[in-house]
């Protein structure tokens, strides 16, 4: 416990501005990662293919429509 005090310590000095900095910086990561579960999860329920949505994911221009598709579902 004597390793963990000056750690303990130092916590109870951190004001509310380094915490609202890390949330924001992580908001962008949050929300491209729930664009992509929620490109996936559209996919799959049209598709039923794991491959054929990654092909669709990856190739944008040869699945143009497929895409176009997908992604107003998932702006939606």
Request: glycine share 2%; net charge negative.
């Amino acid at each position: 416990m004597g390793y963990f005090t000056p750690m303990v310590e130092c916590l109870k000095y951190i004001t509310v501005e380094p915490v609202i900095f890390l949330f924001f910086w992580a908001i962008p990561y949050i929300d491209h990662a729930n664009g992509v579960l929620l490109f996936n999860k559209f996919c799959l329920e049209d598709y039923h293919n794991i491959t054929y949505c990654d092909l669709i994911s990856h190739n944008k221009d040869l699945y143009k429509q497929e895409n176009i598709e997908i992604q107003s579902q998932t702006s939606r």
